[in-house]
DNA sequence: TGACCTCTGGACCGACTGGTCTATAGAATT
DNA sequence: AATTCTATAGACCAGTCGGTCCAGAGGTCA
């Protein structure tokens, strides 16, 4: 007879807890710069619980980040652009969430894959092909919204990548610049372009 | 009577190489990932010439690495916007120019600036002061540019924000892509809304 | 009740980190 | 020739890194 897999109360809650509090510390020191010893006190657990969710150690974890990260991206694009609604307002709402969380932490809170994507190297394959799924399902979904907005699929893929793009690197200077001017500007203007686009 | 101060000759020649090889390592690995070893092996320094060249060790080196990379993007900036060339195909050079230095390294050497943009807290002020320094530098030479070519002021900003955006949001898409693809992408997609605002 | 199992707790480890310190080579200055 | 200064060289150090290992806690089975 097959037991009920149905686990015990405490655990996922610690599992989640180590994942959460690495994708923080992935926002915010990137990969190498977050020691382990500073996550498990944030995560308030000891060093062995890690190894028994995660045997795979530290990358283990990692992995699971950024894997959790592109679920919860994904089920948020999904809310955004859900019954069919006009690209570029989702895109204006994401943005607009993203910035309210970088200006929330004193921009210190940026995208938990972006670090990890730099960081990593080629010899890196778990984390590399994870980082490569994540970009690839958002950009998946940004695509189909684009060509049910009409735009043919050459420009559905071109656009979904600059929209990403525009997000991460938009990010990127907000945080260096203690200033979510950068990122508001160049948001601004791709909508502006795409707005424009539309009405020609 | 004042010294002539053109210094010797290996003194500059380490100094710089240094430098380049720690913007080599902040390419490939980020800062917290490049270790002073690895960088003394390729730079093939002992480490007191490091300290003395740089009082401030590794963070002075990675402040004055980000520094090297400001001037040396502005320069080229320069070189391809000089004359009041097109921004569009000024864009499309600098573009190609990352796009083969990416390829060419298998993948690995992205945007030295970028990596120590997301790993820097708060707490490394100069080291964010560089980088804040750096893109702006780099914004403000594109929005010139773009004012040059009929953009008022607000649109030169935003675009010139959107601009270095895709350049870093593209790259770091390329990357974990192993593909050049979505940066081809991305590139390609912002040239065309801008062209087709010119014909507006 | 005893065996088992998952999960927690933390002592412990070797390797390596960034950084300091002293010795010295060699050119420039006196 | 003696001195001074810049630059090179690397031994050495304390601290931290990621990781291993084992002892128990507490639940669920036979």
Known sequence: MITPDYSTEAAPQTRERLIQTMIHLLQTRGLHGAGLSELLALAQAPKGVLYHHFPGGKTALAVAAVEATTAWSCNKLDEYLGGGADVGQALGRWIERAQRGL?????ERGCPLAAVALESTAADTELRAALAAAFQAIRARLAQA??????????AQGLAALI?????????????????????????ALLALLKEKEQK
């Open 103 to 107: 200006h929330g932490s004193g921009f």
């Open 146 to 155: 684009l060509r049910r907005n009409g735009h043919d699929e050459a420009a």
């Open 164 to 188: 990403v793009a525009t997000y991460e690197g938009g990010l990127l200077q907000a945080r260096v610049a203690n200033d979510t001017a950068p990122m508001a500007q160049a948001t601004a």
